[in-house]
């Protein structure tokens, strides 16, 4: 049986950008630059090589999402009458296999459902996933390389139903970061 006791070395990696402010006035939208597609998956957000040494230790993960979507009334005047919609699942691989996954909603926001509302304004709503995971294969492998990954995959994007016209939804990843923390074992 291990025992963990005080960390001797830690080995941290990152992966971070920075991004511009959002609009503040009409029409508004998300700043992000990842588009995400229905149906479609986005492999790697980002990855992470990790190397390890003689001693065999666990691995920390630590991975945050920020991402939005976005939702634009249609070109005509229209009633809502069903908010749109996006989900998306994000997930951590090791080497090619799902160690952790979460999943996610983000609702169409600020539009009241009555009669006679009149969707006028593009809606941006933003959400943050966030996944924590602690590896221990590493402990039982002949391995000393892993690769982990950070994707979205999942994903579907369901447009605003509205009385006329088509409205039209989007989803978008931006800032991401995903950190290993590797701890050796005693």
């Known amino acids: 049986m291990d025992r963990f006791t005080k960390v001797r070395r830690t080995f941290v990696a990152q992966q971070n950008s920075v991004l511009s402010l959002p609009p503040t006035t009409p ?3 998300s700043p992000f630059p990842i588009q995400l597609t229905s ?5 790697p957000l980002a990855f992470i090589v990790v190397e390890m040494k003689h001693n065999a ?5 630590n991975a945050v999402i920020n991402w939005s979507a ?5 070109a005509t005047s229209a009633a809502l009458n069903v908010p749109g919609f996006a989900d ?3 997930e951590i691989a090791r080497n090619g296999f799902v160690i952790n996954t979460v999943t996610q909603t983000a609702v ?7 009669t006679g509302f009149l969707f006028t304004e593009t809606v941006p709503t933003f959400d943050i996933a966030s996944l924590l995971h602690l590896d221990t294969t590493p402990l039982h492998s002949d391995f000393r390389e892993f690769v982990y990954t950070l ?3 999942n994903i579907s994007i369901v447009p605003p139903q509205v009385t006329g016209g088509g409205a039209t939804a989007s989803a978008e990843v931006g800032a991401v970061t995903f950190v290993a923390q590797v701890i050796e074992s005693c």
């Open 27 to 29: 029409p508004l939208s």
């Open 39 to 43: 149906g479609g998956t986005i492999d």
């Open 57 to 61: 230790g666990v691995v920390l993960l």
């Open 70 to 74: 976005t939702f634009m009334p249609p």
């Open 88 to 90: 998306a699942t994000f």
């Open 108 to 114: 169409q926001k600020g539009t009241p459902l009555q």
């Open 151 to 153: 994707r979205a995959t």
